[in-house]
């Protein structure tokens, strides 16, 4: 029997893995047992600049563990070095920001404009990957993006990322899923539906930038 792309359920021709290889150092000890699933000729289309573009954006955020650095000096300078035209988009309308400390002391950093849309896309795209590979089925839904690391230009959070952090605290601890967790490791967590279908999927990028996958509300019209 063939195996079924992960997005449309056609013979897949090849596989793609979630998340990308770019993510991950290239020593061993970060790629145990890398996740694929199967992609079909269409739905395995080269994303592997929004993936990088996205990759740099997760490991110059704050709050990150030593591989995100690693990572970081090794392989975003290079990537942002070799194509000037990355260079100039992630860089446009860079400012000078200040963030608090837990002391409450002002740092200064530098913050850029991102485009959220591309961003999103990447990462909804490893958010069906992962729920095939869990469940062996299509993520029958649309899905939107939730994150408190990603701010607007004046330091302000988007709603849905005020809405991520008012009930961080009453978020159980749980064990994730993933075999390099310093890299990247992820959880699908129930809701009060039965249906796995309405699952949210917490991810968190080394040990710090947290991205949560949720199911869009369907409105039904009569
Ligand atoms: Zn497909």
Redesign the pocket.
């Known amino acids: 029997m063939s195996k079924k792309?992960?997005?449309?359920?056609?013979d897949?021709t090849s596989k793609e893995h979630a998340p990308a290889k770019c993510y991950f150092p290239e020593e061993a000890e970060y790629r145990k047992n890398l996740i694929t699933v199967p992609?079909?000729?269409?739905?395995?289309e080269d994303t592997s600049k929004d993936d990088e573009y996205v990759r740099n954006w997760i490991c110059m955020s704050l709050g990150n563990n030593g591989t995100a650095y690693k990572q970081f000096f090794g392989k975003v300078i290079k990537s942002i070095q070799e194509s000037p035209g990355l260079k100039a988009i992630m860089f446009k309308n860079a400012k000078r920001v200040f963030v608090e400390d837990e002391k409450g002391n002002k740092l200064p950093t530098w913050a850029f404009e991102l485009d959220r849309v591309r961003f999103d896309s990447a990462i909804i795209k490893i958010a069906y990957a992962l729920f095939y590979n869990t469940y062996k089925e299509t993520w029958h839904k649309d899905l939107h993006t939730m994150t408190d690391f990603l701010v607007y230009g004046d330091m302000t959070q988007d709603e849905q990322g005020a809405l991520l952090q008012s009930f961080r605290g009453q978020i159980h601890e749980h064990h994730f899923d993933g075999n390099n967790p310093q890299v990247f490791k992820y959880k699908f967590l129930q809701t009060e539906s039965e249906d796995i279908h309405e699952q949210v999927l917490r991810m968190q990028f080394y040990e710090g930038f947290e991205i949560w996958v949720i199911p869009k509300i369907e409105i039904n019209t009569v």
């Open positions: 792309c992960y997005r449309c359920g056609k897949a992609s079909c000729k269409e739905h395995n």
